[in-house]
């Protein structure tokens, strides 16, 4: 069985300023979000999902999970994906044919619909709430 891993690992939040200049802003925005909810779910850092080597079967199911929420969930292509995360757009079609196959689980089908709703609703509104105090 799949699920979703809720450890309380101590990670930072990714600093999106790493991306490539050429990266809009919304893009970093959307893919930061992404990498730092999977990162928080699944207990790694968002530094070692957005690392170019090769890593241990937890953070590589944490990264392929966040390429597949960058692709499906926010409708980035194969290709742009695979740049974002420095991966052939060929390992980001691997990496959603794993998680598509993962969501064979029902619990697992159905805590990744949570995760794409959060994100979903993070993207969507995320500049209405710029700049907004929380007080």
């Not at 959307?30 to 890593?55: F, H, K, W, Y």
Request: aromatic content about 6%; charged content about 20%; glycine content about 4%.
């Amino acid at each position: 069985m799949h699920t979703l891993d809720t450890h309380s690992h101590k990670h930072t939040k990714y600093d999106l300023a790493t991306f490539s200049v050429r990266t809009s802003k919304r893009c970093r925005t959307d893919i930061g979000l992404a990498v730092n909810l999977v990162a928080a779910i699944q207990g790694v850092s968002p530094e070692d999902i957005l690392t170019s080597s090769r890593s241990q079967a937890h953070v590589a199911l944490a990264r392929q999970l966040a390429m597949y929420m960058a692709h499906v969930a926010l409708g980035y292509s194969l290709t742009r994906t695979g740049q974002l995360f420095k991966r052939d757009r060929t390992t980001v079609s691997h990496a959603c044919g794993r998680i598509e196959d993962m969501r064979d689980d029902a619990n697992f089908d159905s805590a990744l619909n949570s995760l794409e709703a959060v994100l979903n609703f993070a993207a969507t509104n995320q500049s209405a709430y710029a700049g907004r105090s929380t007080l």
